[in-house]
């Protein structure tokens, strides 16, 4: 089973940048992150597939970058950070067709939390 491990999760205020990073133990072509909010549903935040091609949640669209490192490491640079980007952030994986619905992915990383305060 692969293994995902994420770093880079903190605290910072309204207007800071965090970069989160995530290392898969083999290669896939879909790195995703989602992100849960206490009491809503898991969203699904970036995907970035083996040729650089990235999709974005509209509401981080401009705010936040995602990038493969390598084949095996994606990075979610955040910037312009609002207090409604507080969450656990999950990174995961999968083959085939890159999109942002999680049920489509069995890869999960253990979660990095994210706050931001106001």
């Known amino acids: 089973q692969v293994q995902l491990v994420e770093s880079g999760g903190g605290s910072v205020q309204a207007g800071g940048s965090l970069r989160l990073s995530c290392t898969a133990s083999?290669?896939?072509?879909?790195m995703s992150w989602f992100r849960q909010a206490p009491g809503k549903k898991r969203e699904g935040v970036a995907v970035?597939?083996?040729?650089?091609?990235a999709t974005y949640l509209d509401s981080v669209k401009g705010r936040f970058t995602i990038s493969r490192e390598n084949a095996n490491t994606v990075d979610l640079q955040m910037d312009d950070l609002k207090p409604e980007d507080t969450a656990m952030y999950y990174c995961?994986?999968?083959?085939?067709?890159?999109?942002?619905?999680?049920?489509?992915?069995?890869?999960w990383g253990q979660g990095t939390q994210v706050t931001v305060s106001s």
């Open positions: 970035v597939d083996d040729y650089g091609s």
């Open positions: 995961a994986v999968k083959t085939g067709f890159c999109f942002l619905q999680d049920y489509a992915y069995n890869d």
């Open positions: 083999v290669n896939y072509r879909c």
